[in-house]
């Protein structure tokens, strides 16, 4: 199916819910640690905590961040890259219903204290997070959606907003299509003699970025470090992802120890 099609799909599924959305309720307001039952399906993640203002901890066999977001007893996290999706039994159950956690079973862990943090956010972020699920199609976004905010006026409207709004996941979803869409892309495929060659940032991109760090959103800082980078700007990569180290941004501290490595091998010849 192509791009025009499935996104004609899409909207048309979007008009034709849109009664039916107004009766959902969303929240980003669950909070506690949902341990995998073992005596379940078996898999690779042993705990999701919900902190009660929209990020969830994703234990595996380390700790990663994502967005959750709760559509009547529906929860939805974002990690990197695709969804986890749940469905809520009851106050202490969570049942996995994708294909990552498919048929696991997650209890609530008993006399558990999770810390809100002190920026918390309401119905509002909750259904601006609701309207930009139903915009990349009910998934992470992708090379394909990207594509498609370049390609659909109104798709780039909706985006543009919700960025407007103050939904950060808008805003770095803006600063990535406008970068595959950008000149500098092909710096990538540049020769040894070109590496060295620094481009200019486009103002725009940058400010989609900066707009999404302002608004606490994690990834934005390390994609900036990337974008930087790809420009040809290490020095302002490496700051870049030193800050979001600090914040606690794992990417961050991975990305930054590689370019790390990177310089000292090359101050070896």
Known sequence: MNITKRLTITLLLTLCCIGYAYTQEYSVSLSGTFQLDTTSEKGPYDAFVFDGAGKAGIHAFGESKGDFLQIDDTIIIYPDKSIFVFLKKDEQTLVGINTWVKDQVFRKMENDTIITPMQTRGPDYAAQFYEFYTLTNRDAPSL???????????????????????????????????????????????????????MAPDKEIFDYYMKAIELNELDAIAQLGAYFLMLGHKEEAMKMLEKGCELGHRECCYSLLGLEISSEESSCF
């Open 144 to 198: 394909s959606t990207y594509m498609s905010i370049n390609m659909d006026s109104s798709l780039n409207t909706a985006m543009k907003r919700l960025c407007d709004e103050g939904f950060p996941k808008a805003c770095l979803t803006m600063a990535n299509a406008l970068m595959l869409n950008s000149p500098a892309l092909a710096s990538l495929f540049r020769s040894p003699d070109e590496e060295n060659q620094k």
